[in-house]
């Protein structure tokens, strides 16, 4: 494999959706009050967030890996320092240079949008790092899903749909509900197909509290509960066309029975890779929903 492959594979692009779909669905909302929207602001806010997910990928590969976390017992995909395929030290040198160019990017954002961009984009910045990093890794203590659902749900929502100009909080935060939702199932899946291998090593998610059953039920109920949100979005707007994104939830409904019944194996990357893809659509068919 070439190091552009390696270099690839660590970015992990079929996550990089669920940083750029919030965006996406907070400037429908901008757009949905204001009928304009801020193009540059708009596509450095997706830049900035995609290299914010891909420094926070990196940061898992790198601690991840010299924790010997990833190992011969690992069921997801290949990770590049625990394979050797980069070094450790490579994926460290990154992984700044990616966060180097987000708080850049970030910069303009923060002088842009003041003191709530600030304090978001720096704890942005400082949450990609703590969740794995750091001497309390926030994704071996149960925090996972918790902190995928508030940065890539509400926080996210708010956050952009102010720099697009929204002065609707209550929708955006409404809104943010969904990809929050999502993004925790994301984790969940995550955590379940690395509940025996992480109970094994001492990590603790949800999914090694609540144990297997418990855990797909409560990964499941995280994607289900999302399927409120447009209910909840129409309920303010009074916009019909909104509801069409709760029926996404059930086009996917193999996705849900394969979580609930079948067993812990590698089958469980299709999972989350098509759960990222529901992420995406629910967005998206949302945000055409508040615009046309």
């Known amino acids: 494999m070439s190091k552009t492959q390696a ?3 660590a970015s992990r692009p079929k996550t990089l959706f669920a940083a750029a ?4 669905l907070a400037a429908a909302a901008a757009y949905y009050d204001n009928k304009t929207l801020p193009a540059l602001i708009f ?3 997706i830049i900035c967030a995609v290299l914010l997910q891909i420094a926070s990928n990196l940061i898992n590969d790198y601690y991840d890996g010299i924790r010997g976390l990833d190992d011969e017992d690992r069921l997801g995909p290949t990770r590049v320092t625990s394979s050797n395929l980069l070094s450790s030290n490579e994926v460290k040198k990154g992984c700044l240079f990616v966060m180097t160019l987000a708080l850049l990017v970030g910069i303009y ?8 961009i600030v304090v978001i984009g720096l704890s942005s910045l400082f949450f990609a790092w703590a969740y794995t990093g750091g001497p309390f890794p926030l994704s071996y203590y149960g925090l996972g899903e918790v902190f995928a659902f508030l940065f890539f749900g509400p926080i996210a929502l708010w956050g952009a749909g102010y720099l697009f100009g929204s002065t609707n909080h209550e929708l955006l935060l409404t809104l943010g509900l969904g990809p929050g939702f999502i993004s925790a199932t994301i984790m969940g899946i995550n955590n379940l197909r690395d509940l025996y291998s992480d109970k094994k090593k001492g990590k603790k998610t949800i999914a090694t509290f609540l144990g297997e059953k418990k855990a797909r039920l409560f990964t499941v109920g ?5 399927s409120f949100v447009p209910f909840m979005v129409y309920a303010r707007l009074q916009k019909n066309s909104v509801l069409i994104a709760t029926l996404l939830f059930y086009a996917f409904i193999l996705v849900w029975n394969h979580i609930l019944t079948k067993p812990i194996d590698k089958k469980l990357n299709d999972c989350l890779a098509n759960t990222g893809k529901y992420l995406f659509f629910f967005c998206l068919v949302l945000s055409a929903g508040l615009v046309f």
């Open 7 to 9: 270099w690839l594979l």
């Open 21 to 24: 779909s919030p965006v996406i």
């Open 43 to 45: 596509f450095l806010t």
């Open 109 to 116: 954002l923060m002088i842009q949008g003041g003191l709530p």
């Open 222 to 226: 995280l994607a289900w509960v999302s």
